[in-house]
């Protein structure tokens, strides 16, 4: 087929030897061999690892606020922020301001005391920090619980698997791993493998509690060393080198039943392969196609870090559901954290 050339638009193309059946599930294709969680919460279900957020969770997420200090873990929406050059910036105009008003528009003959500014944002919803949704990645020609990429179209969006399944999601307890610190490297070396030894070494470092449910918030200090002057091989060069996840972190995230990830990094998968046989972005299929783990990417971690190392308290309460968009893949956010 021309997919398997890399650029190559190539016209011929032959039929897959899969099926999909009245669910939109593929029939006779892609089953994950290895650890996943298709069919765990259900045949249709939408949520993943999310459905290990409950109330009890929550109940207890919300008894960890003590001090009431808030943490914003979103970057500034904006061209300087680090975005893949396949994203363009974000664009922010004004259909209408109160000084046309003043000067004078069609409205303010109607109401000359009354102005008003009204304004338009259009981004790549994976241009900032961000969810990853589970229909944003796909594994020959299937998604999550065995969803067919057919679902999801340039015209009509997601159909299954959209990130407003998750609009009441990532309300729980969280808790920052500052693998950075832990580790006495902040940064973490370019291309650094984060496996489940270096979680574990970091969980006994901070004496943090991970309890089934939580989020894992993944600080590697990266994001320091992003320059909004970087040239576009500067970028290639700042993204490509991102530490991050290698396949066994995903192992620990099973081992304590973690509903989602987050990190400082593009992607929360380091980018150079760590085995050259395997399947591209292991950790984005192993996660969002196999498991139904919701990665966050570009979250902000270094304020909360350093109010973590100071009063020693590494789990807190996070409120972070994405934009209710039907059909999207991935949404920005504003994540709140509440010490
Ligand atoms: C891909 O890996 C395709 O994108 P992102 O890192 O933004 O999830």
């Known amino acids: 087929m021309g997919r398997d050339d890399y650029a190559s638009y190539a016209k011929h193309w032959s039929a897959p030897d899969y099926t999909v059946d009245d669910n939109g599930k593929v029939v006779g294709g892609y089953v994950p061999e290895g ?42 929406i904006d061209a300087d922020g680090p ?8 664009l922010h105009w ?16 109607a109401d000359p005391d009354f102005q008003w500014n009204d304004d338009m944002f259009q981004m790549p919803l994976q241009g900032s920090t961000q969810w990853d949704g589970f229909a944003h990645v796909i594994y020959r020609d299937t998604m999550y ?30 808790v920052l791993l500052d693998l950075a610190r832990a580790e006495g490297c902040d940064p973490l070396a370019l291309a650094t493998v984060i496996d489940s030894a270096m979680l574990d070494r970091c969980v006994e470092h901070q004496g943090t509690a991970v309890e089934p449910g939580d989020i894992a ?12 002057s970087f040239t576009p091989d500067q970028q290639g060069g700042y993204f490509g080198g991102s530490p991050g996840f290698g396949v066994d972190a995903l192992n620990w995230c099973d081992a304590n039943d973690i509903s989602a990830v987050a990190s400082d990094t593009i992607a ?24 139904g783990l919701p990665l966050g990417e570009f979250w902000v971690l270094d304020d909360l870090a350093a109010d973590c190392a100071d009063d020693g308290r590494y789990e807190f309460m996070l409120v972070a559901p994405p934009l209710n968009i039907p059909g999207a893949v991935g949404s920005p956010l504003n994540p709140i954290a509440i010490k």
């Open 83 to 90: 975005r893949f050059h396949t994203r363009p910036a974000p």
């Open 268 to 291: 929360v998968e380091v980018l150079v392969p760590e085995d050259s046989e395997a399947r591209k972005h292991p950790v984005h299929c192993g996660a969002l196609v196999d498991r």
């Open 217 to 228: 918030l993944i600080r590697t200090g990266y994001m320091a060393l992003w320059e909004p």
């Open 145 to 174: 619980n065995g969803y067919w990429a057919g679902n999801v179209t340039a015209f009509g969006g997601a159909s299954v698997l959209g990130i407003e399944n998750h609009r009441e999601s990532f309300v729980g307890r969280a």
């Open 35 to 76: 650890s996943n969680n298709w069919g765990r919460w259900g045949d249709d279900d939408q949520r993943g690892t999310q459905n290990l957020i409950g109330p009890d969770q929550r109940i207890r997420a919300a008894s960890l606020v003590q001090s009431g200090k808030v943490f914003s873990l979103a970057l500034p």
């Open 94 to 109: 004004f259909m209408m301001s109160g000084s046309d008003q003043v000067v004078g528009s069609p409205y303010s003959a």
